[in-house]
């Protein structure tokens, strides 16, 4: 079976500070994982994506993400946040023709 | 190049009407998932449309149905609606590579159906 979890539903960090949110998944084969941010009202947009390779990936709006194999995770990190940041991110697995979400964290910045 | 498109944005309706949304994929997207977002069960798959056939489906009721078309353009039916029903509807377009090949999928804005 394949699962995603996100062990944080709410976070909150001040402006400026770095940020990481934590992703674990379970899946028996080669795991391809993704990042979405979904901000109110609207759709999921894409941060970044990992298939293969280097294991550590970047994304759009200064996003990056390190996939570790040992720890079955995928942490999403940024060193520095704004204000615009704040949204709900969402980790996903590609299984069988369909993304398995986490639960999702929500993201809540302090001026 | 346009993104993938869901009309109509919002969408009220009353206990057992039914509800047509419509999803347009990204220009050389052939596969069309739609998933379904509620805050008590999170972002769950509904099914997936590839080349005018439905490749996989989630656990959900018959009452849920889709379709695609010859230009990829999908729709998701809902019949008898109930006040479960309410969320938010999400159409996400790929390449539609298939037999575990990694693939990325678009989202649309969604479709807010409230039943009342």
């Known amino acids: 079976a394949q699962s995603v979890t996100q062990p944080d539903i709410h976070i909150t960090v001040s402006e400026g500070a770095s940020l990481e949110l934590r992703c674990n998944y379970s899946?028996?084969?080669?795991?391809?994982l993704f990042w979405y941010v979904q901000s109110p009202g609207q759709g999921l947009q894409l941060l970044l994506k990992?298939?293969?390779?280097?294991?550590l990936v970047q994304g759009i709006k200064g996003f990056e993400a390190e996939f570790k194999r040992s720890q079955s995770s995928f942490n999403l990190r940024k060193p520095s946040v704004h204000w615009s940041d704040a949204a709900e991110y969402f980790c996903?697995?590609?299984?069988?023709?369909?993304?398995?979400f986490g639960q999702g964290t929500r993201l809540t910045i302090n001026p | 190049k346009a993104g993938v498109t869901q009309t109509p944005r919002y969408l009220i309706k009353t206990r057992g009407q039914q509800v047509t949304l419509s999803c347009s994929p990204i220009s050389g997207h052939r596969s069309v998932s739609w998933y379904q977002q509620t805050p008590g069960q999170g972002l769950q798959f509904l099914f997936e449309y590839f080349s005018e056939t439905q490749r996989n489906k989630g656990n959900f009721p018959g009452r849920f149905s889709g379709r695609q078309f010859s230009n990829s353009r999908s729709e998701m039916n809902v019949s008898t609606l109930e006040l479960g029903d309410s969320a938010l509807y999400l159409c996400?377009?790929?390449?539609?590579?298939?037999?575990?090949?990694?693939?990325?999928?678009?989202f649309g804005p969604g479709t807010r159906l409230t039943v009342l």
């Open positions: 990992y298939f293969s390779g280097d294991t």
């Open positions: 996903a697995l590609q299984g069988a023709q369909k993304l398995v």
């Open positions: 996400a377009s790929s390449l539609g590579r298939g037999g575990g090949i990694a693939d990325t999928q678009y």
């Open positions: 899946y028996g084969a080669t795991p391809y």
